[in-house]
């Protein structure tokens, strides 16, 4: 026998006795030959050191480890099988409903119950192949690679078919560590029409779990629109079915349930009816005109709401919420309309003349002109060489003409100077307009909107290496050269000219309601009060009427509607295909503003004013059909 206490070989299958009977002589000599009184200590201190050790190993695991060891155990046996809340529903203004839980089911792993071996991951990838249709191979990813004793689901695909459920059921044995589950999808009514406003839901990527670090890989998120800006309020909490399950994650029995609190409901300031109508105006309009891409803006100049958002080309948003495969997304990527852009809050285009009128105001508080300053417009003026054309020889005007029948000339001379006319400048430009919104956000409560631009001689400096010109002043006078503006950011403006000077926060959300009915209004917010002097505003509303009234007015064709509009036109020229984009702001009724509205249409091959008409025929119904015949 060796120091360890192993018999040697020769004695393998022996009983004890029987070895110790067939001992020899020499070997009984040793064994009773006294051990070193050396040794002895040695031996000694070595047992007292092992025994030590595996003293502290047992304290260790019994007690220090202890509370580890029995909250794996507790993990292992008991499981909290996650509830779902029901996600909160849109609604417009007058309690239109425009989205809908659709129940759903979703194929999920729970890596726990999943088998260990590659063979058999393999053969669970192959068998599924077999009768679930996969976008792409990334879902074999997570299945093929998942450890550990965890028992969080993993969705490998959601939604599944009806026909791929039914055969899943059918088979759930031949797939441990498989299971359904039941989800909700949402349905976006008319979702050509709203996808811009309410944009989608859909599962939760891997990137984004950091922006929202409680959720989990099963979850759903708002992607684009309310649905992401309003995230905290419509998810609710989910509950959890705690339960005890065996070794093969089966159900032993059921420990408590805590229900889900549902996700509150959204009340929107959009008028469903209006939004329809105006994007079906628009886009026939369009598509008149040979032409995919406008926008339009319809608010409330009272206190900002948003009664109608519309950007074209749209896109449905249903194909996002059902899960969009890969061709459907490759195509709205690669069309150059690019109908996922929300060209309503984040196309920046030149405003043209559609910033006159906020530039009157500014030359009217600064004293470069007076209400009854006339100034003649022969077609254009020349400045060291170069010349700067109007539209048309307006002969003299004054400064409510102007801004009726758009003169560029007397544009040019409040904005840069010319003549006996001292001209604001591009400083004081820049300041007034800021005033009213112009080169900053306005705070919309939806995601992705964008600033504009009002540019600067150190700006040009800077990023162009050229010096500011006077030219450059008399383009930005008439809206155009570096000025940006989006529809979103014209519309507030034109608000605040209407209501008399208060700039308005836009906001497309009027009301929260809990499921337990409980109401919270989203307040209205003013940016800026008197913008300007109400008396002034008076002056330039008075110019923005004769627009329509006057025999020379650039939107004579507004005067026959049920009620006064009062408005502005205005063209852009971009890019190298003189092509134009075609502005018309408004509002009415003009004593009494309930409604602004806002019309882009994009790159027009003539200086036609397709705005117009879209503006006649939607404020048209508007007051006769419409909601506004009952304020």
Known sequence: MNLFGHASSQYRGMEIDDAVLTITEKDAARLERPIHRGYARWFRALFLTVFALLGARVFFLNVIKNGYYQDVA??????NMLISAPRGLIFDRYGKQLVRNVPSMELVAIPSDLPTSETDRQTLVDRLRGFIRFDSDEWETPLKTARGMFATPIVLKSPLTQE???????????FPGLSLESSAIREYQDGLIFSHILGYEGKIRKEELDEYPEYLPIDSVGKQGIEKSYESALRGKRGADRVEVDSRGAIKKELGISDPEPGSDIILNIDADLQKKLFDVLSATLEKAGLRKGAAVALDPRDGSVLALVSLPSF???LFADGIDSSSYKALIDDDSLPLFDRAIAGEYPPGSTIKPFLAGAALSEGVVTPTTQIESRGGITVAGFSFGDWKAHGFTDIRHAI?????VYFYSVGGGYGNIRGLGMEKMDAYESRFGFGSETGIDLPGEKAGFLPTPEWKKEKIGEQWYIGDTYHASIGQGFVLATPIQLAAATAAIANGGTLWKPRVVGQIRSRQGEMRSVAAEALRQNVIDPSILKTVREGMRMTVTDSVGTAQSLANLPVAVAGKTGTAQFGTEKRTHGWFESFAPYEHPTIVLV?????????????????????????SEGKGKTE
């Open 164 to 174: 791929e459920s039914l055969i899943f059921s059918s088979r759930a044995a031949d």
């Open 404 to 408: 009726a029948v758009s003169s560029d």
């Open 316 to 318: 449905d948003n249903n």
């Open 74 to 79: 507790t993990r292992n046996s008991v499981r």
């Open 599 to 623: 019309v882009l249409i994009e790159g027009q091959e003539n200086e036609g004013y397709f705005a117009v008409p879209v503006t006649k025929e939607v404020l048209a119904w508007y007051f």
